[in-house]
């Protein structure tokens, strides 16, 4: 099924996003969202109805917009036919690699923009555009995976093989992530220019997309392959690369171009948000390294490799604080080595010291204090803008 509906998407794009809408088994419960588009008669098409409107769920409509948007990267106002195969590339690069996730980030645009705006402000225009920058979001990181998973050799993401592994493709992804990274500026030069907003998202993704390269660098640096040295693994330096890495992009810049979106422009209101946000963050970090060694592939969509690749893990980092002298060697032995006798050896001592409980102990802790930050940040934004992130993330298993 995935198969043909993917040979679908690349041969007839707007045909698949139909198709796609109907099969897929995923439902959501949401507010309701009217989606119309023109058909080839001229008249308004809704859902593929001449006289009814389709009410969707915000997830629903934000998964038919894509389709829109990638027709709008690779069909559109194409000056040089030449570019026409490129282009095709660049609308399966799109496909394969864009909306395969859970899209939290990026339905936290439109779902924190309707706490923020009355429902007298939320006009069909407005939701478009939500939903377009929520796809910008997906896109970014989209691009972020795409060029991490060729640096840590990785070999499945969300389900299926990295894009850099397919057969044809190897180190071209860079260049493809460079393409998936210029279409986000392209939608919002295309669809925002004449928003007030739009400067302000621009600084916004520019300012992300650097804090986000400057984690990933740090994450490097810190656990170079073939180069293993505990001592450079401290709390301090973990929440370090999580906060650039991980928290910034995740969920700062969600709620921010919602905020900016809003009208919503004081630094005060965007450093409260921010607050939030960031420790929302280290929470899911935390979560993501747990499942890498202990999340089940068949649920997460990808192999946990954190053990082989050397990674500044909070489990490796956690185990440092509690282990004994022994246990240290035992893991010196074995971290960052690729063979399975290694990598059991070291799960094995994470059972030891009782990880998962000291990780259940933290993700309550932790969800506790979100719930005091968001008391004592939140005074003028509406709590449920961070509520409802924080329970998407809470208890998940992928």
């Excluded at 799960?347 to 802790?365: F, I």
Aim: aromatic content about 10%; hydrophobic content about 40%; glycine content about 4%.
């Amino acid at each position: 099924m995935r198969r043909l509906l993917l040979n679908c998407a690349v041969i007839a794009p707007k045909t698949f996003w139909a198709v796609w809408l109907v099969a897929s088994p995923f439902r959501f419960k949401s507010r309701a969202f009217m989606l119309c588009t023109p058909s080839l008669q001229g008249d308004t098409v809704c859902n593929g109805t001449h006289s009814k409107k389709l009410l969707l769920s915000d997830p629903e409509a934000f998964d038919a917009k894509f389709g829109e948007l990638v027709t709008e990267l690779t069909d559109r106002n194409l000056q040089d036919p030449g570019l026409a195969y490129a282009l095709n590339r660049l609308r399966e690069i799109l496909i394969y690699n864009v909306p395969g996730g859970k899209k939290n980030r990026g339905l936290s645009v439109i779902g924190s923009l309707r706490e923020l705006l009355p429902p007298s402000q939320l006009t069909q225009d407005t939701l478009q555009q939500a939903l377009m920058v929520g796809w910008c979001i997906e896109m970014l990181q989209a691009f972020f995976l795409m060029a991490d998973d060729i640096m840590d050799a990785s070999v499945t993401r969300r389900g299926q093989p990295c894009w850099y592994k397919r057969d044809g493709i190897g180190l071209d992804a860079i260049n493809d992530s460079f393409l998936v990274e210029s279409s986000i500026y392209r939608l919002l030069r295309k669809q925002c220019r004449d928003q007030p907003y739009y400067v302000h998202l621009l600084e916004l993704f520019n300012e992300t997309t650097f804090q986000t390269e400057l984690g990933q660098a740090l994450d490097l640096m810190t656990a170079p392959p073939d180069q293993i040295d505990l001592n450079r693994f401290t709390m301090e330096r973990y929440k370090t690369i999580v906060k650039y890495k991980t928290a910034f992009y995740s969920f700062y810049l969600p709620v921010a171009s919602a905020m900016y979106m809003a009208g919503i422009n004081s630094d005060e209101e965007h450093n409260n948000a921010k607050h939030i946000l960031l420790e929302m963050g280290e929470f899911f970090q935390i979560q993501d390294d747990f499942l890498d060694c202990y999340g089940d592939p068949a649920v997460t969509g990808k192999i946990g490799t954190d053990i082989q690749d050397n990674k500044c893990s909070w489990l490796v980092v956690k185990a440092l604080e509690v282990m004994t002298p022994e246990q240290k060697s035992v893991l010196e032995a074995c971290y960052g080595r690729k063979d399975e006798s290694s990598v059991a050896k070291v799960k094995e001592l994470y059972n030891a010291l009782q990880m998962p409980t000291l990780y259940h102990t933290y993700e309550e802790e932790s969800y506790q204090r979100l719930q005091k930050l968001i008391a004592q940040h939140a005074q003028s934004l509406p709590h449920s803008v961070f509520l409802n992130f924080a329970k998407k993330i809470y208890k998940r298993n992928k």
